[in-house]
C-alpha cells in the first residue's frame, strides 16, 4: 500500500515532540509579520524576535483581561489602560502616542477631549473605534469590546480628515453611509434627504462631491455619522474647516443629540466651543491623561481676578509690595485697576477709597477654558 504524500515543511519543537508545519504556514506568519523574504538577511532574527515579542505580550494582555468583568451599562465608553507605541521601521526605536489611559464616559454625557498637536487625541479615538489595535489595555463601547462587530453597531464617527468618493453626489453617498450601516434600503434613501437638509447642503442635492468645497465636505460627513441615528458619536475635530455659521451648525447638532440622550466625544482646538457644549473635559497633554473634569471645576480651581473700575484721573503711584499683583491701565474715560488674586481686594478697595478715588465697577474676571488649558499645557511642557 502506497504511503500518503506528506508536505514538506519546517520541523516545530512543541510539548509532544517535534511536529511538521508546511512551508506555506511559516512564510504566510512571516509575511503577517512585515517580512516578504529570508534569504540573505541578516536583520531577520531580530525582526522575528521583536514580533515575537510583540505578538507575546499580546497574547498575555488577552489573557490577563480576560477575568476581567464586563464594565458598568452606564458607561458608553469605558477605557483601561489603553496604550498604543509605534515602532520606527528603521531604527526599531519606540513612540509613546499614548499612555495607560483610564477613562470614563456616561450614557448621554458630552465629553471634550483636549489637548496640543501630537497629544493623543486623535490617536485615543482611533483605538475606541477599532482603527488601531492597542499595545497593551483595553476598551468598551455600549458595554461591547472594541474591535467586536457589536461595539460600532450604534456607532457614529467622523475622522479627522474623512475620505469620500467624489463621483457620488450628496444624496448617494448618505445612502451608501445608510445601507452601510444597516438601514433598508427606503429608510436610508429617506435619511439621505433628511440629514443632507439638516447639515445645510439640501439646496443641491446632485451636485457631485468633487464640487463640494472643504466645509461642505465637512457637513456631509457629520451627516453620514447621524445618518443611522446612534447612540454613541465620536468625532474629531468636527469644526475643522468650519466657517462661523458651519460652527454654529455642528454646535447645534451636538446639542441636539445631548438632548436626545445621545453620548457625544469629540476633539477639538476650538476651545470656546468646548466649554460652551461639554459636561466635562478630559486633557492630554503628551500622550497622557492629566485631568477629567467639568468646566465648573477646572474654572473653580484657578486663582480669579478682578477687575476695579474708576473715574478718570486716578493717577495713584501702586505700593511696591503689590508688585506683579496689581496692575493699572489708562483709558480715556477711566482707570483700570486689575488684581490677579481676589484674595487682594480688601487692600487695594481701602487703598483706592482713602485716595478719595471715585470707584464705578468691582467685575470678577472668571478664567477662561483656553486660559486654563494654556497654563497646563506650559506647566507639563517646562516638566518634559
Known sequence: MARSARPRGTRVATGDGPVERPRGVARVILMAQGVGSVGGNRDVKGIMQTSADSIAERQAVVRSAAGQTVPDPGLAVCARGLSKHYTQPWTLRVARGLEALDLDVRRGEVLGLLGPNGAGKTTTLKLLTGLLKPTRGRAWLLGEPVGSTASRRGLGFLPEQPYFYDYLNGVEYLELAGRLSGLPAESARERARHWLGRVGLGERPRLGLRKYSKGMLQRLGLAAAL????????????????????????????????ERSVTVLFSSHILPDVEMLCDRVAILLGGR???????????EDGTQAVEIR????ALLELPRHWAGLVSRTQRADESVFRLEDEAQLGDVLGWLLKAGVQVRAVTPQRPSLETLFMAAAEAERRQA
Open 310 to 313: 474708576c473715574a478718570p484721573g
Open 289 to 299: 491623561l492629566t485631568r477629567v473634569a467639568t468646566v465648573g471645576e477646572l474654572v
Open 227 to 258: 445618518v443611522h441615528d446612534p447612540e454613541l458619536l465620536i468625532l474629531d475635530e468636527p469644526m475643522s474647516g468650519l466657517d462661523p455659521f458651519g460652527r454654529r451648525d455642528v454646535r447645534d447638532l451636538i446639542t441636539e443629540q445631548r
